[in-house]
């Protein structure tokens, strides 16, 4: 009876407890900005009164119409021990608590390095890359399994799988990795690319844990290397469990529909609307909040909570997992008043810290006026504080470039233009250039494999300013079909990431003759890369393509000054670097004279990918391969 009893008294008094989920689950003493909101989530949690133990002031305390939440405002400032407690009480009886951590902070994580244009970026999608944990392959709780045959499907690559190749990886000349979306993705189908995040806060279990992901980051900074992170701040899965349950109705932006029900509405993508000053109203709020698609909900920025949520979760991203940075998706999609506003909360946190957006535009006025202190934002007295944009213009002028015949204003001129609205943008040296990347057509694809074109392309992103993205297979020779065969054919498992895989292009070893064309040519140059200031921060110096060729030149301002990220001046040793591009299926030769301005005072130079040396002073002209490109350090 006395044992009965018992049990009653237990089940008695944990029908009350109401905790569920807490987040942050916790946060650090030190930061820059003191004020933590602590979200708790529980049956109608709200109706409980809130103490914090130790005396700990409430700064403030939020309750929504939603009774299953409240949202708890501390200063950590006034929090002097590495935890405290959040009672929740009815009356004088405590139902249910939360002892909340405050961890010590890493030294010198405020002014942690990020990524810039000495970087070369690699985008990984981690299920595509390498499985390195067959346990992990499904998990119970999440629903979609695993199926290497289904090329929508779940194939198992994972965080281990990236571990396992790192040696690849930093061989290869590649510097930070840009894995897509890697936190949970519950939903039904097509949940390998992320982007239908269903749990902020945790590291999907088909990818492995929070701690491999931080072991990831840790054993990257190890080789010199740092993670960055794809943020979606515009929408996320509808099976979020805060979508399932929303704290607010106002949460998510929601459409009547013809008989007055709430919903979805599909984005029309017009994301112009931004920033048109002739703009319906109706069209600008129909790109901004409509839906990304029937499973992704679109965030409302605007509101403070959902403001909040996203800010503190960036930024207890960047010191979990000591982030080198992040690459946000959707950008526009945004409320740009709230992005400003989350953008500049980080940087005021991190101020060496990156953060590149998607601003899919490809008109340069539009990309540039999305990056921190464009002129074009003053049309509107906007600034985005947001660092880096993505170069969307070069982008889709350079396949059209080397595809097209000469004309007025096509074949490689575009490329000529493309850098000629380089004004347009305030930092132009902390722009991402490249070429392709996982939602676009495959680049060798376009060219039917041919390496020729993949070594001009590589040539290009790798000397020209900014910061070279590759995207992972490009360099053995990936292909892939987008417009006939969908995403998948532009995402498929990288040769030898799997046990029983027939070949292994991660070991040089066993590449095919084809593969180690691309390779070595990718590891060749972007090896060199690492150390050249010039190529990082110099100046650039291009001459109009004549013959389907095209002349640039890299050099360091005589003052012999750069400034990085913060402002921070270093000394250059006087480089400078001569780029040609041949697109012509023949050989060219070319008169030097034309360059004089250029190469005044140059004696010779040295063939980057050959080490051939070329005798500037005493010979007039140059002979560049058909269908090639040439690098030469001048002296």
Known sequence: MKKLSALFLFISFFSFAQIQKVEPAFWWHGMKNPELQILVYGKDISKYEVELSDNIRVKDLTKTENPNYVFITVNTDEVQKPSFKINFKKGKKTVDSYTYELKARNPGSAERNSFSSKDVMYLIMPDRFANGDVSNDSQPNLIERANRSLPSGRHGGDLRGIINNLDYLQNLGVTALWLTPANEDNEKQTSY???????????????????????????????????????????????????????????IHQFK????????????????????????????QEALNGWFDTTMPDLNQGHPLVLKYLTQNAIWWIEYAQLGGLRVDTYPYNDKVAMAKWAKAITDEYPNFNIVGEAWMYNPAHVSYWQKDSKIGEIDNYNSNLPSVMDFTLFTDLPNALKEEEGWDTGMIKIYNSFGNDFLYPNINNILVFFENHDTQRFNELFNGDVRYYKMAMTLIATSRGIPQI??????????????????????????????????????????????????????????????????????????????????????????????LSGQKSNLPNEKVMVVINNNEKDQTFDLSRFAESLDGVSKGKDVITGKEISIATQNKITISGKSSLILELQ
Do not use: C
Request: hydrophobic share 25%; aromatic share 14%; proline share 3%.
């Open 193 to 251: 690319h992320g982007y239908a995040q269903t749990d902020l806060y945790k590291i999907d279990g088909r990818y492995g844990t929070n701690e491999e992901y931080l072991e990831l980051s840790q054993k990257l900074q190890q080789r010199g290397m740092m993670l960055i992170q794809d943020y979606v701040t515009n929408h996320w899965g509808i099976s979020h469990w805060l979508i399932q349950d929303l704290p607010t109705k106002d949460w």
């Open 257 to 284: 529909d013809g008989e007055g029900k709430y919903g979805f509405k599909r984005s029309n993508y017009r994301t112009t609307s931004q920033f048109d000053t002739n703009v319906a109203e109706i069209d600008k």
């Open 471 to 564: 995207y992972y297979g490009s360099e053995i020779g990936m292909k892939g079909n987008k417009d006939k065969l969908g995403d998948a054919d532009i995402r498929k498992d990288f040769p030898g990431g799997w046990k029983g895989d027939s070949q292994n292009a991660f070991n040089p070893e066993t590449q095919t003759s084809e593969q180690k064309e691309f390779h070595d040519f990718t590891q060749k140059l972007l090896t060199w890369r690492k150390s050249k200031e010039v190529i990082h921060t110099g100046k650039t110096k291009h001459y109009m393509p004549k013959e389907k060729v095209y002349v640039y030149f890299r050099y360091n301002d005589p003052v012999g000054t750069s400034r990085d």
